[in-house]
């Protein structure tokens, strides 16, 4: 139900777009919060933003806040991470995910979109 897509690779510095997908014309009803994780080669996946859908109220880890930015278009069924100022760090598989109205975990997930970061 979750489809991401926008990664790629850049130079240090560089900027991406990546976006999340949702299918399912009753998504909306449904889905209280988006979130972005990451994994990187050999790391625990960690959690990168998350976004209220209904009121748009966001929230970024200390590593994100200033450089990444969570976004959504509900007529879109879609959630945004802007990423800037990219380093080497960032780079890893970028996963979108989807948590239903009073569930205590993460109900959907998309197939991540990989991010190069090269120096």
């Known amino acids: 139900q979750l489809q991401a897509s926008g990664g790629g690779t850049v130079q240090a510095g560089g900027s991406l777009r990546l976006s999340c997908a949702a299918s399912g014309r009753t998504f909306s009803s449904y889905v209280y919060v988006m979130g972005w994780f990451r994994q990187a080669p050999g790391k625990e996946r960690e959690f990168v933003a998350r976004?209220?859908?209904?009121?748009?109220?966001?929230y970024h880890a200390n590593f994100a806040k200033g450089r990444f930015t969570i976004s959504r278009d509900k007529a879109k069924n879609t959630v945004y991470l802007q990423v800037n100022s990219l380093k080497p760090d960032d780079t890893a598989v970028y996963y979108c995910?989807?948590?239903?109205?009073?569930?205590?975990?993460?109900?959907?997930w998309g197939q991540g979109t990989l991010v190069t970061v090269s120096s």
């Open positions: 995910a989807g948590q239903n109205t009073g569930s205590s975990r993460w109900n959907y």
């Open positions: 976004i209220t859908w209904s009121g748009g109220n966001t």
